[in-house]
């Protein structure tokens, strides 16, 4: 991944500054770098061909398209093949600011200013109403979790546009930026405030704060049924070994939800 960096940096003429970031399983890695005097951010996403393509592949491509919404653009693309893999090089605007946290699951508490936290509400909002032929999750995708996870289906009967991973290492501070935006489309309503409502649950302050902000979204039969969505992909994570910390608190929340408890015997199926 550090040899596919340093091509796409020659390639984009960039000289990448710092240590790069990894991506989920080391699928992804990224670094700052200057070209002509202006900061970017230059990331390599690796795959094999079969799976190189669609809208997972061209997602932050596709959110140029976006208005409203506090996020990087995309200047450019370059893509070869290497060892059996396609590797794909997207190079960047650089954003201001931090990630909230280094992890996806916040592990400590945060104090963010009253308008980080309706700028993000705004810029869900703005995304909610954004028209896109692209696919977060339908209902054969849920299906097919829900019934891994319970044993029984979740059918939702609402959708809208969604980020698809709003997680707290998505999420830029002092001033609001969202980032990855290779999952977006459409999914269940609610389905972003549910994700960043688990991804909180070691924290519950936050938590919280995150329930005060989308209470709208989250209450009802849609925000449950989004719950419900959102925390059948994540036990097919942690399954897979991806946040075992989250386990415990996840099953309880679900439980609360009168949802059928997931079987430790069943295997996860993206």
Same mark, same amino acid.
């Given at each position: 991944?550090?040899?596919?960096?340093?091509?796409?940096?020659?390639?984009?003429?960039?000289?990448?500054?710092?240590?790069?970031?990894?991506?989920?399983?080391?699928?992804?890695?990224?670094?700052?770098?200057?070209?002509?005097?202006?900061?970017?951010?230059?990331?390599?996403?690796?795959?094999?061909?079969?799976?190189?393509?669609?809208?997972?592949?061209?997602?932050?491509?596709?959110?140029?398209?976006?208005?409203?919404?506090?996020?990087?653009?995309?200047?450019?693309?370059?893509?070869?093949?290497?060892?059996?893999?396609?590797?794909?090089?997207?190079?960047?605007?650089?954003?201001?600011?931090?990630?909230?946290?280094?992890?996806?699951?916040?592990?400590?508490?945060?104090?963010? !200013?009253?308008?980080?936290? /309706? &700028? =993000?509400?705004?810029?869900?909002?703005? @995304?909610?109403?954004?028209?896109? $032929?692209?696919?977060?999750?339908?209902?054969?995708?849920?299906?097919?979790?829900?019934?891994?996870?319970?044993?029984?289906?979740?059918?939702?009967?609402?959708?809208?546009?969604?980020?698809?991973?709003?997680?707290?290492?998505?999420?830029?501070?002092?001033?609001?930026?969202?980032?990855?935006?290779?999952?977006?489309?459409?999914?269940?309503?609610?389905?972003?405030?549910?994700?960043?409502?688990?991804?909180?649950?070691?924290?519950?302050?936050?938590?919280?704060?995150?329930?005060?902000?989308?209470?709208?979204?989250?209450?009802? !039969?849609?925000?449950?049924? /989004? &719950? =419900?969505?959102?925390?059948?992909?994540? @036990?097919?994570?942690?399954?897979? $070994?991806?946040?075992?910390?989250?386990?415990?608190?996840?099953?309880?929340?679900?439980?609360?939800?009168?949802?059928?408890?997931?079987?430790?015997?069943?295997?996860?199926?993206?």
């Amino acid at each position: 991944m550090r040899a596919n960096l340093a091509r796409a940096a020659r390639h984009f003429d960039v000289a990448v500054d710092g240590e790069p970031v990894f991506g989920w399983r080391l699928c992804s890695i990224g670094a700052r770098g200057s070209r002509a005097g202006t900061w970017r951010w230059l990331r390599v996403v690796s795959d094999y061909p079969q799976w190189a393509s669609g809208d997972g592949w061209t997602g932050n491509a596709d959110a140029n398209a976006l208005l409203g919404i506090a996020k990087p653009q995309l200047l450019d693309v370059y893509e070869w093949d290497d060892d059996g893999r396609r590797q794909r090089a997207e190079l960047f605007t650089l954003l201001p600011g931090t990630p909230v946290s280094t992890t996806d699951v916040l592990h400590r508490t945060v104090h963010l !200013p009253e308008r980080w936290w /309706a &700028q =993000l509400r705004a810029n869900v909002n703005n @995304l909610r109403n954004t028209p896109t $032929g692209r696919i977060n999750a339908d209902q054969p995708i849920v299906s097919r979790r829900s019934a891994t996870a319970f044993g029984a289906e979740v059918r939702v009967q609402h959708w809208e546009m969604v980020h698809g991973d709003l997680h707290w290492a998505n999420l830029l501070f002092p001033k609001l930026g969202i980032l990855d935006w290779e999952l977006w489309g459409r999914g269940p309503v609610g389905t972003d405030a549910a994700t960043l409502y688990f991804h909180s649950l070691l924290v519950p302050a936050v938590a919280n704060r995150v329930r005060v902000t989308f209470a709208d979204v989250l209450e009802g !039969p849609d925000g449950r049924i /989004a &719950q =419900l969505a959102v925390a059948a992909r994540m @036990l097919g994570r942690i399954e897979d $070994g991806d946040y075992p910390e989250l386990e415990h608190p996840l099953r309880e929340h679900i439980a609360a939800l009168d949802a059928p408890q997931p079987s430790v015997e069943r295997r996860y199926r993206p």
